[in-house]
């Protein structure tokens, strides 16, 4: 140490020991610079992981779903072509016992009043291979699928019926009756 004239001492060292704490400052900033960036880097790849963990999870939950919910619709795909085919065979029997409007199932022996009342049609017997015998309005007579037999029950009434088809068990006709059109052939 050495004195100066006023009497206080002073170090000839200080200089390099300032620079030594200033060397220390900048070497713990870096340190804590750096520990800090390696601990956001840390945190960021934690909430990384976590939010794609998280993912993934949703993604099987959603997978499950889906097997979940195509099994449902596959479910009530075939509940639903059950459901159509149940229909179809109740529309069919409906339709065989209400046929389409003037249309009628006469079984062999069986007499229906037909056309709103006006007319009465029997089947005669059972259907053959060939044809029917049929009795319509008080008249027997033998007809085949397609025939059209005319019949007037009174002067103002003409009817028709028509042989649609048969088979052994029954005959399908169809009978209609409309107002007898005025003769303007009078001379």
Same mark, same amino acid.
């Given at each position: 140490?050495?004195?100066?004239?006023?009497?206080?001492?002073?170090?000839?060292?200080?200089?390099?020991?300032?620079?030594?704490?200033?060397?220390?400052?900048?070497?713990?900033?870096?340190?804590?610079?750096? $520990?800090?960036?390696?601990?956001?880097?840390?945190?960021?790849?934690?909430?990384?992981?976590?939010?794609?963990?998280?993912?993934?999870?949703?993604?099987?939950?959603?997978?499950?779903?889906?097997?979940?919910?195509? $099994?449902?619709?596959?479910?009530?795909?075939?509940?639903?072509? $059950? $459901?159509?085919?149940?229909?179809?065979?109740?529309?069919?029997?409906?339709?065989?016992?209400?046929?389409?409007?003037?249309?009628?199932?006469?079984?062999?022996?069986?007499?229906?009043?037909?056309?709103?009342?006006?007319?009465?049609?029997?089947?005669?017997?059972?259907?053959?291979?060939?044809?029917?015998?049929?009795?319509?309005?008080?008249?027997?007579?033998?007809?085949?699928?397609?025939?059209?037999?005319?019949?007037?029950?009174?002067?103002?009434?003409?009817?028709?019926?028509?042989?649609?088809?048969?088979?052994?068990?029954?005959?399908?006709?169809?009978?209609?009756?409309?107002?007898?059109?005025?003769?303007?052939?009078?001379?």
């Amino acid at each position: 140490m050495t004195t100066t004239e006023s009497g206080r001492s002073t170090r000839k060292n200080s200089g390099p020991s300032r620079r030594l704490k200033a060397r220390a400052k900048r070497f713990l900033t870096i340190i804590f610079v750096l $520990a800090g960036a390696i601990a956001g880097f840390a945190y960021r790849g934690y909430v990384d992981y976590s939010d794609i963990s998280d993912s993934d999870r949703r993604v099987l939950e959603f997978r499950t779903q889906e097997r979940n919910l195509k $099994a449902q619709v596959a479910e009530l795909a075939a509940k639903l072509d $059950a $459901a159509q085919t149940k229909l179809k065979s109740v529309q069919a029997t409906l339709d065989s016992l209400m046929p389409a409007e003037n249309t009628y199932n006469i079984k062999p022996n069986e007499s229906m009043v037909v056309a709103g009342g006006r007319l009465t049609v029997a089947l005669v017997g059972p259907p053959t291979n060939q044809n029917i015998r049929i009795n319509v309005g008080g008249t027997e007579r033998l007809a085949v699928a397609g025939d059209i037999i005319d019949v007037a029950p009174d002067p103002s009434t003409k009817c028709r019926v028509v042989v649609q088809s048969f088979d052994m068990f029954k005959a399908i006709l169809n009978a209609s009756c409309a107002p007898a059109k005025p003769n303007t052939n009078s001379g």
